[in-house]
């Protein structure tokens, strides 16, 4: 037998954990075993699955219990010229789909957006969030933690600075219920996402609170911050960064590139994307922003689970004398150009595609490049969409391309 045989069975027969096979060989014997014990309990198939380019170890920091890795279409959209405050220049944008005609549709958007000279783009706010929750005696004493919090930012930022090289503490918000009280941590995380980093610093100043106040800290996660969940605060307040991209179309493009008018797209956006929207109660008012979100998340290793936060964005349309002002803006994309995903050799390399691999310089430039990319990508998507709903060709798309 060969060694991933060899550790299958001593997997059956209870000699070893399943999680505990790269104590016994390397990461990618300890894959293979994994899959041999799947194809012969499932009778299963698993070729494909572990037919992967990268050396298992280098994901040892992203997944556990490794048995290969699930391939999704890569394609791109563009060119797509951006003239933001961090990215400046004509790129290719790397989405990673199942969804067919997504990308021709992206495509199609930033067709236009390069017919009318590019899109501008430029980043409102930055913020990573962490809202840990405390348990207090009664009100009196949640006030009295609340404004010791208010007057404390320097220590709380002291206190949670010490456990990151890049991390700055902005913001420290309480917010009581009763007995419990909430402070939404706000961080510039630079480059990186920042959750983890947000994470940490938080529990280093959650000491600080229960030192210095009545407070007793019951999770460094109290949902408030809010990570991962469709969330008003997020909408209003952001997360991650905050950013917005705009374009305005005059009417020969619109109706070359999407064969529509401004009156046309401005009545489906505001009956679809506004009143629509309004009526379901929805905590985003874009056509499908979360399209592109999603697809850019994992073709460059993002936590694509934060797209519910990228799906909170609002398009605005309105009709010009001589074409259509566009704009997307997302209150709370959360995405970095360092840590997660982003080091995995796939990812990296649709980064490169970008040029936004790693860390900027300065810090913090590439995340918001990427930010700014991202947006002016959902803004080709929301044109495209909208367009094709003006001009009642959106069915016809997809049967054209049998999907």
Not at 5 to 11: F, G, I, K, Q, S
Not at 297 to 304: E, I, P, R, T, Y
Request: with cysteine; net charge negative; charged share 20%.
């Amino acid at each position: 037998m060969t060694d991933a045989e060899t550790l299958a069975e001593r997997v059956k027969a209870g000699d070893l954990r399943l999680y505990a096979l790269e104590d016994h060989a390397d990461a990618d014997t300890a894959a293979a075993a994994r899959r041999h014990l799947l194809a012969e309990e499932l009778d299963v198939d698993l070729e494909t699955v572990g037919d992967y380019s990268f050396p298992a170890d280098s994901a040892e920091s992203n997944v556990e219990n490794l048995i290969g890795a699930a391939q999704i279409p890569l394609g791109v959209a563009g060119p797509l010229p951006v003239d933001g405050e961090a990215a400046d220049g004509s790129v290719y944008l790397p989405l990673a789909t199942t969804e067919g005609a997504l990308v021709a549709s992206v495509n199609r958007g930033a067709g236009a957006i390069r017919a009318a000279g590019g899109a501008s783009t430029t980043v409102l706010e930055r913020g990573m969030t962490r809202a840990p929750v405390f348990e207090v005696g009664d009100i009196h004493e949640a006030a009295a933690v609340a404004d010791w919090v208010r007057a404390s930012l320097d220590r709380l930022a002291t206190a949670a600075e010490t456990t990151t090289n890049h991390g700055e503490l902005r913001e420290a918000t309480p917010y009581v219920v009763g007995d419990s009280v909430f402070v939404r941590f706000v961080y510039d995380t630079k480059d990186a996402m920042g959750m983890n980093m947000a994470t940490i610093a938080t529990r280093e100043a959650a000491d600080v609170i229960e030192s210095e106040t009545p407070a007793s800290l019951v999770a460094v996660s109290g949902n408030l911050c809010t990570d991962k969940k469709p969330a008003g605060i997020n909408a209003i307040e952001g997360r991650g960064r905050s950013v917005a991209a705009d374009v305005f179309l005059p009417t020969e493009v619109l109706e070359d590139r999407l064969g529509t008018t401004a009156g046309a797209v401005a009545e489906v956006n505001t009956r679809k994307n506004l009143i629509g929207s309004a009526r379901a109660a929805s905590l985003g008012f874009n056509a499908h922003a979360a399209n592109v979100v999603g697809a850019a998340f994992l073709a460059l290793g993002q936590d694509v689970a934060q797209v519910v936060e990228g799906a909170h964005a609002i398009t605005s349309v309105e009709a010009r004398k001589d074409g259509l002002y566009a704009s997307v803006t997302l209150p709370a994309l959360a995405v970095g150009t360092v840590g997660g995903g982003t080091g995995l050799p796939t990812q990296s390399e649709a980064l490169e595609i970008l040029g936004l691999a790693g860390g900027g310089n300065p810090p913090g430039s590439n995340g918001d490049a990427l930010a700014e990319v991202l947006a002016a990508g959902a803004l080709a998507g929301e044109l495209s969409l909208l367009g094709a709903l003006a001009g009642r060709h959106l069915a016809s798309a997809h049967a054209e391309h049998g999907r």
